[in-house]
């Protein structure tokens, strides 16, 4: 089973709750760091990585000798990555997705492929827990072609269980990481931002036709009720539900200020984990 954990903005606790579901399972488990922009589950499982490979799409080149400069190319590439002037070729690579489409409509072959470095796979472990990490380079304006690679990595033998950290928000590197999931988990603070990102993120996950589920995280009793609400309202008119609330816990934040999960930090959380891992379960069979 595919897990993605999701968030409609930064810092609701997302990564916190995906690698606390990985020490929690009861299974054997695999994290998947699909926040390659920021990927940080290796910082707090204090993980090893001991493997690592280049991550690369195909981008154009143009043998100039060759083109006609008869813009074929540059009418089909529906990113506009490659330009086509008088008698010059131009190929903006940062903005090609390395889909093939400019070699393959080419009348004269002129248009060769060659592999262009976005970033960096990772292989690791730490706390017990199994790691695939992916790291996209700095400057590199593209997400998803890195996160495709990552989820590649998985593999056919797959664990029992696989945890999939997403990206904040619900752009396309969330839709990219959430594709093949079987549920999608997301972490929400009970408060007005928290709640107005979790309703689009709700309407996203609607479309994508996925079950899921919201933890409620940073909880602080009776100064939330009227958020608490309307998550819960949202839920209940778009397929959702709450699967546990975790409280605003001074305790959580000096551990994790120390690079601890959240298990580690306030063992007793670790129960709520497993049954939040067990509903889910008991949902998508």
């Known amino acids: 089973m595919r897990i993605t954990v999701a968030s409609g903005k930064g810092g609701a606790g997302k990564t916190s709750v995906a690698v606390s579901l990985a020490l929690a399972a009861k299974e054997e ?6 926040d390659v922009e ?35 190319c540059s009418k089909s590439c529906r990113f506009h990555a490659i330009m086509i002037l008088p008698h010059k070729a131009v190929v903006f690579e940062k903005m090609c997705h390395g889909c093939g489409v400019c070699s393959f409509v080419c009348p004269l072959d002129a ?8 970033g960096k796979v990772s292989w690791g472990e730490g706390r017990g827990v199994r790691l695939i990490e992916g790291r996209l380079k700095i ?31 619900v752009s396309c590197p969330f839709v990219e990481t959430a594709k093949g999931s079987h549920y999608i988990l997301f972490v929400v603070e009970p408060t007005p931002f928290g709640y107005h990102d979790f309703e689009l993120s709700s309407r996203v996950v609607e479309e994508l036709g996925i079950p899921w ?17 309307k998550i819960r309202e949202t839920c209940s008119n778009r397929g959702g539900s709450v699967l546990a609330m975790l409280p605003f816990s001074l305790e959580v934040a000096k551990g994790y200020s120390k690079g601890e999960p959240m298990v580690v930090a306030d063992p007793s959380l670790k129960p709520v984990f497993s049954e939040v891992l067990e509903k889910i379960s008991g949902g998508v069979q």
């Open 111 to 118: 248009i060769s492929e060659v592999p262009r470095e976005i």
């Open 29 to 34: 488990c695999l994290l998947v760091d699909c």
């Open 139 to 169: 400057g590199e304006a593209m997400a998803p072609p890195l996160i495709r690679q990552v989820k590649a990595k998985i593999g056919h033998q797959e664990p029992p269980l696989v945890i999939l950290d997403a990206p904040p928000g």
């Open 213 to 229: 589920g919201v933890v409620v995280n940073k909880d602080i009793k009776g100064q939330a009720d009227d958020t608490l609400s």
């Open 38 to 72: 920021e990927p940080n589950c290796s910082l707090i499982l204090q993980a090893s990585m001991d493997k690592e490979e280049a991550a690369t799409i195909p981008v154009p080149q143009v043998n100039e000798n060759l083109c006609a400069f008869c813009k074929e």
